[in-house]
């Protein structure tokens, strides 16, 4: 069964500092690929997404993501943390071959941003 | 446009009670998926309703959980009777399209503990 595996479930970063979080997948055929952040008490939002094309996407609040295939990995990166990204994240596909849509996350990583 | 909603925000029930939840998804979304996550564990899949038709329900744990979609609108879960391992957040999103790319719009969830 496809997996997602998200490593490291809390982060911590000073302001300022290199965001990084990891996502690998496990499947043969890469599937759609999502980023969603959770704020306190709020739903999830998405970050971004990889569906073809450009491996490298831009989402929102300066994140970005790229997808590295002979990886199976989708990394979350953003150049300097803000305060304000303080929040849980999850990494999430969606099969190719799953034209129903449903996702398959990652166990989420709780960022930290120290001042 | 309103966003996915979902009532009650928290429940709480002893064993062996009936707990109904609710979700309103976005106006004209087909798909309306429903995703638990109990604590500690990664968010799970549970059903994927297109309209008021069952898509895929691989995920309902058990004959306990009922889901329901009427009218292609609102959907509701209910768990009868409830047992303590059904404790966790209950999240509904909605989304549009059938490509499996879409982006999923998620409520604020509904946290349910049974005692």
């Known amino acids: 069964a496809q997996s997602v595996t998200q490593l490291g479930s809390h982060v911590s970063v000073s302001e300022g500092a290199l965001v990084l979080l990891r996502c690998n997948y496990s499947s043969s055929v890469p599937p759609y690929l999502f980023w969603y952040v959770q704020y306190p008490n709020q739903g999830l939002q998405l970050l971004l997404k990889y569906t073809t094309g450009a491996t490298l996407v831009k989402g929102i609040n300066g994140f970005e993501a790229e997808f590295k295939k002979s990886e199976t990995s989708f990394h979350l990166t953003k150049p300097s943390a803000h305060m304000s990204d303080a929040a849980e994240y999850f990494c999430?596909?969606?099969?190719?071959?799953?034209?129903?849509?449903?996702?398959?996350f990652g166990q989420g990583t709780e960022l930290s941003v120290k001042p | 446009e309103a966003g996915v909603t979902q009532f009650p925000s928290h429940s709480v029930i002893e064993k062996g009670q009936t707990v109904t939840l609710r979700c309103d998804p976005i106006?004209?979304?087909?798909?309306l998926y429903w995703y638990r996550r109990v604590m500690g564990k990664e968010i799970k899949f549970l059903l994927h309703?297109?309209?008021?038709?069952?898509?895929?329900e691989s995920g309902m744990p058990n004959n306990r959980f009922l889901a329901e979609r009427t009218g292609g609108t609102y959907s509701t879960l209910k768990v009868q009777p409830a047992e303590l391992e059904d404790s966790g957040v209950y999240f509904c999103?909605?989304?549009?399209?059938?490509?499996?790319?879409?982006?999923?719009?998620f409520g604020p969830g509904t946290r349910l503990l049974v005692l």
């Open positions: 999430a596909v969606s099969p190719f071959y799953n034209q129903g849509g449903k996702l398959i």
């Open positions: 309703f297109v309209k008021e038709s069952k898509q895929d």
């Open positions: 106006s004209g979304h087909d798909n």
């Open positions: 999103a909605s989304s549009q399209g059938s490509g499996g790319w879409e982006t999923q719009y």
